[in-house]
């Protein structure tokens, strides 16, 4: 793997990705043998298709909120090349990635969680590999969301206008103290925090074959491992339609335990709690980045996270 590597921190840029340069970029790594295409433009996120003799290849240009990712990819692909996405080259600079292909996305099958029972016990092996770089990822712009940053995130998140109602946002704010002491208690467990993707759906788990891979590392955070799951199992009731206290929820979370240890019902119960208020405080990453237009679009579906949280303050 050839990397295009430069100091850190990366020099930012608009977001805007100059076609032509990143066309004549891939003609230097690889041979197109048709147009190349965008498949499709996000705000945090432009994805080009790239036509080979032998199948596809995918350049995914990262806008300055994701700019973690190129250089998180590259890693973790150097360190579990079986389960991350195949990293054929990367610019940390441009923020660009060029991927090779990992087969169809395991949404494309429903959201099976046969799948999960896959995916989970891989995906913990690497955080648990991962503990080891939780420094050298912090110092390398990955956000900080260790369990103890939040009680002060989560007064930060409180002082922003949400797209809630007052009485919710006064919920919260009664909360607060709290979440504090549910902090304290699951930093108290000593469960080493590591990357966690906070993305973990089926639209970011693909399958080829037997082989099953994890991408789209942009939303990613240093935080108590357990967390990702809040992710997970939200699309698994919402899309696969489980419904709460469905057997597939424990058996999930068993899969995903395993590689941790015996005894982690309770913490990972205690986690799931935190981290759905944690995922919602990540959320305004994305939002602070965003431009007016685009942040009135987000706020369609940043009152469903919150809501989420605040169903965890009963």
């Known amino acids: 793997m050839c990397t295009s590597m430069r100091s850190w921190p990366p020099r930012q840029h608009d977001g805007r990705v100059d076609l032509a340069d990143a066309e004549d970029w891939i003609r230097e790594r690889v041979e197109p043998v048709g147009p190349i295409e965008t498949e499709h433009e996000r705000p945090w996120a432009t994805v080009l298709r790239v036509p ?3 199948g596809v290849v995918w350049l995914k240009a990262c806008a300055p909120v994701q700019m973690l990712e190129p ?3 590259a890693e973790l692909f150097a360190r579990y090349p079986d389960r991350v996405a ?3 080259d990367h610019d940390e600079e441009r923020a660009w990635l060029l991927l090779g ?3 169809t996305r395991i949404g494309a099958f429903g959201n099976p969680p046969e799948a999960w029972l896959v995916a989970l016990p891989l995906y913990a092996e690497l955080q648990r590999g991962e503990a080891a770089h939780t420094h050298d990822h912090l110092a390398h712009g990955v956000p900080d969301l260790r369990i103890v940053t939040l009680p002060a995130r989560f007064d930060d998140l409180l002082e922003r206008e949400l797209p809630l109602e007052r009485e919710e946002i006064d919920r919260l704010r009664a909360f607060a103290p709290r979440f504090a002491e549910l902090c304290d208690e699951l ?3 000593e469960v080493s925090e ?3 993707h906070d993305d973990l759906h089926m639209a970011n788990v693909y399958a080829q074959g037997e082989q099953v891979r994890l991408l789209d590392w942009g939303d990613s955070s240093i935080s108590h491992p357990f967390v990702s799951l809040v992710v997970t199992f939200r699309f698994l009731g919402e899309v696969t339609k489980l419904p709460p206290g469905d057997p597939w929820f424990a058996r999930l979370r068993d899969a995903y335990l395993e590689p941790w240890g015996r005894g982690l019902e309770g913490v990972f119960a ?5 981290g759905t208020l944690a ?4 959320w305004l990453r994305q939002r602070d980045h965003l431009p007016a237009m685009e942040r009135a679009e987000f706020d369609r579906w940043f009152p469903i996270v919150l809501r989420r949280a605040i169903a965890q303050t009963l």
């Open 270 to 274: 205690l986690a799931m709690r935190v």
């Open 279 to 282: 995922h919602a405080i990540a």
């Open 101 to 103: 292909d990992a087969g």
């Open 71 to 73: 250089r998180l990819t």
């Open 194 to 196: 590591t990357v966690q």
């Open 187 to 189: 930093v108290a467990h």
């Open 52 to 54: 080979l003799a032998d």
């Open 86 to 88: 195949e990293v054929l």
